[in-house]
């Protein structure tokens, strides 16, 4: 039980692009998501948090405009990152927040975005 | 803020034992524990809560002092396959289950 898919596992794009990361609860209910970036070797920095049918809860310093999350229903979440650039390239990493087993996050297999 | 692991990197011989510790300057309602191969995803491996209650991994034991703020986890007679590296994440209360990682313990066992 708890598994969490991301798609796609890995995507290049061109600067000034948009790219969109989806995160999926396969075998339960997520009403809660979270969004994370991963630099190598590096630790998981949240992005922000995810709640089914409201907006989306930004950390300092992660611009709402760059970085748009919707999570649309109790088992999707997505992230696009608008008018990508280099410095956006990075590993992406979803998790989703099971509340009815161990209260825990379980993380989606990642997502490496490259911008050229 | 982000909690603070020790030691930042480990290498065991097969069978050895480890200690991989958590300390967090903010009280703490619940310490999880990760372990990330490269490229892989973070697999859950325990989640310690305030009161003592522990949940997760069979062959892995951990420690939650909450008057200390600080969890540490216990690698027994590690395996190969236990190298990776290991990252706790602390929740507060009221934060709706948002958990801030440490910066990563690398642990190699090696044959």
């Known amino acids: 039980g708890a598994v969490v898919s991301q798609h796609p596992s890995w995507v290049i794009c061109k600067s000034g692009t948009s790219v969109k990361i989806e995160c999926r609860s396969l075998d339960f209910q997520a009403t809660t998501m979270f969004w994370y970036r991963q630099f190598p070797k590096q630790s998981l920095m949240l992005m922000a948090t995810s709640n089914e049918g409201s907006k989306a809860t930004y950390e300092q310093g992660v611009e709402k405009d760059k970085f748009l999350i919707n999570h649309a229903s109790l088992t999707l979440s997505t992230l696009t990152v608008t008018s990508a650039h280099p410095e956006d390239s990075s590993f992406y990493i979803c998790?989703?927040?099971?509340?009815?087993?161990?209260?825990?996050?379980?993380f989606g297999p990642g997502t490496r975005l490259t911008v050229l | 803020q982000q909690p603070v692991q020790s030691p930042q990197a480990v290498i065991l011989r097969e069978g050895e034992d480890a200690v991989i510790n958590c300390s967090s300057s903010k009280a703490l309602y619940s310490v999880h524990w990760y372990r990330q191969k490269h490229g892989e995803a973070p697999v859950f491996l325990m989640i310690l809560l305030k009161g003592g209650e522990q949940k997760g991994h069979e062959k892995i034991s951990a420690s939650f002092n909450e008057k200390k703020q600080q969890s540490s986890l216990y690698l027994t007679a590690s395996q190969l396959s236990y190298s990776g590296t290991y990252f706790c994440g602390t929740s507060v209360y009221n934060q709706g289950g948002k958990l801030i990682f440490g910066q990563g313990t690398e642990l190699s066992v090696k044959p």
């Open positions: 998790s989703a927040r099971d509340y009815q087993g161990i209260d825990t996050q379980y």
